[in-house]
């Protein structure tokens, strides 16, 4: 297979959203004064749904993070109760697509917990998950649900294990292991029958979930695999990297035949990590460098040359990571069709960046859509600026060609379902009357029996092993003080033993004596 090389010409076609472009929210409408995590861990650290935005904090003694209806943007109280119950960092936090009050987490303490955010967030500090997992022998790094099942989720640990959680259960039902050292992305395809992923081996793997057979991996000298995510129904996938001249790069890949990549591009001599967020309704990929304030973005076709570059949104703030709002949550009467939520860690802010697809007025005899709001514009292209003033339609009319059925809240499969061989692709839902449709189904955790192994008041089965050194140090001292107590206790009751001994031999000599009298 040859591999086509890219190059930075912009050459123009025909395409609806050669014009979209970036605008940042009004400051009004982020979310200032949040202590975002300095975790150095290459993740997002942030997750948001059509009703929460969750942010990993700053924290001692644990990790914890925030959580913030989407609704009530402005300058967040210092005192902002936080989801606080693991004893390590918080190094992954995703909402469950088809309930919205529910999130996941993943920590330096090896355990991945589950959580349930009440009506209009939290009021108080929430120590208590919904469900507690524990299957690791080392930190759990990341985690994703299942796009189409609504009880099946996904942890990589430290480990180089995956485990695949059965939530109806609340057990770990498969462990993938085929990995040689630490899994730094996972992606799924459309229906969820196929896994991606990328590794520190360099490798990059299409894995079976179920049976935990790798299909195909690749092993390019030319391209270190560092992100990788699954173009929808194309069969592709897409990679992030560097190249052996450790400039950042991006292939595209073939997902039944990784021996060669069809195209590789450079982008560019940084070294920030480069994250690639695809959008299956309009085939358009972004890409976010960790540390840069520019988000890149291409269209992607069956045909040659495969990745079409579009425009590039340009801001002077790095952005540490991104947390992106599902469609139903995007504002279609702007024609958004993108909504990132920008981490700004040095201010302590969150900004939400939209993706528009302007529509130009027309200026002939044609007919005119209705407006309601205008604005201008201007974006750069490699080797050219355009200023490009458009009458951007903000539209009282749905726009259906930039709106097709897009995956909805409803899961396609159950957990038992998935895991018996069934695969189906996702539900689809319209945008046309906004997001009016809410999910009646309740997410439930397991009722387990409480059974118990007590010794000296410690239940054995409940006190799982230490996560970290803290955590390690402070149970070696409590043991050495409970340690210190047996003994003290054991020495009491030698002592009392003595006492009851010399007691029995007193009565015995006593004995005879009154029998003589």
Known sequence: MTVTKMSWRPTYRSSKFRNVYGKVANREHCFDGIPITKNVHDNHFCA???????????????????????????RIDPHHPKVCGHQGNVLDIKWN??????????????????????????RRNMT???????GHSRRVGLIEWHPTSSGILFSAGYDYKILIWNLEIGEPVKMIDCHSDVIVCMSFNTDGSLLATSCKDRKLRVIEPRSGRVLQHASCKNHRVNRVVFLGNMKRLLT????????????????????????????DGLSGLLFPFYDADTHMLYLAGKGDGNIRYYEITTEKPYLQYLMEFRSPAPQKGLGVMPKHGLDVTACEVFRFYKLVTLKGLIEPISMIVPRRVSVSGDALLPLTSYSSVSQSIPGKTLGLSLLVLQSETYQEDIYPMTAGTEPALSANDWLSGINRDPVLMSLKKGYQKPNQLVFKAPVKEKKGVVVNGIDLLENVPPRTENELLRMFFRQQEELRKLKEELNTKDVKIRQLELELNNLRNVSPVGNNV
């Open 97 to 122: 697509p088809f309930f919205e009050n529910i999130i996941a987490s993943c920590s330096e303490d090896s355990s991945v917990r589950v959580w349930e955010i009440p009506e209009g967030g939290l």
């Open 240 to 267: 992030t990297g560097v190249s052996r001249w450790n400039t950042r790069q991006i292939a595209l890949w073939d997902q039944e035949d990784l021996s060669m990549p069809m195209v590789e591009e450079e982008i």
């Open 128 to 134: 208590e998950a919904m469900m507690e997992l524990y």
């Open 48 to 74: 948001v749904n059509a009703k929460f935005l969750a942010i990993v904090t700053e924290s001692a003694g644990g990790g914890s993070f925030i959580v913030i209806p989407v609704s009530q943007a402005g």
